[in-house]
């Protein structure tokens, strides 16, 4: 591995930017999301935060069961993120859609649209939940943990399916 690659890595896992994409949303994971933030959590001292744009981030942490509005903006996001990139579905709407199961206005999970690297599960999850998986998925991008093993019919990353 070059010194770059490896110092790039080290960055990655050391301060890990966020992009946050409510993709239908309770606003309750959201919630959760802005907990970690606060001084009490105060994860911004570890190097993690939340940036407002998707071609600066790391990682992108989608909430919610992913509506038919939000679905195509999710892809676009996912494709600004340059590579290598990490998604964690941030409690259990974008992993099993949750109450929100059987709605017309559904087009999740978010495995069906993305490829999710890391679930943090609960409705909402806590901040020690979340921050336990925004460091799996650090882990991830810093190439320390494996990605799991995607479907071929989710997005490239190219900027669609
Ligand atoms: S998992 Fe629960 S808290 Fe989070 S968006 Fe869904 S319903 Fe809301």
């Known amino acids: 591995m070059s010194m770059l690659k490896s110092l790039m890595n080290t960055a990655r896992r050391r301060s890990p930017w966020l992009f ?7 606003n309750g994971c959201d919630i959760e999301l802005v907990t970690c933030l606060t001084p009490r959590y105060d ?10 744009s998707p071609r600066h981030a790391d990682i992108i942490v989608v909430s919610g069961p992913v509506t038919r509005t939000t679905c195509e903006a999710l892809e676009t996001v996912y494709g600004q993120v340059p590579n290598p990139k990490v ?6 709407c974008p ?3 949750n109450v929100f199961a059987g709605s017309p206005t559904v087009v999740g ?4 649209i993305l490829p999710v690297d890391v ?3 609960g409705c909402p999850p806590r901040p020690d939940a979340i921050i336990a998986g925004i460091a799996e998925a650090a882990a991830i ?3 320390d943990k494996p990605r799991p093993v995607h479907n071929s019919s989710q997005t490239s990353g190219e900027g669609g399916r």
């Open 43 to 52: 994860v911004e001292q570890l190097g993690i935060r939340l940036e407002a």
């Open 119 to 121: 679930y943090v599960p």
């Open 95 to 97: 992993a099993t859609c």
């Open 141 to 143: 991008l810093a190439g």
């Open 20 to 26: 946050h994409a409510n993709a239908g949303s309770c």
């Open 87 to 92: 998604v964690v579905a941030l409690g259990s």
């Open 109 to 112: 999970p978010l495995d069906r």
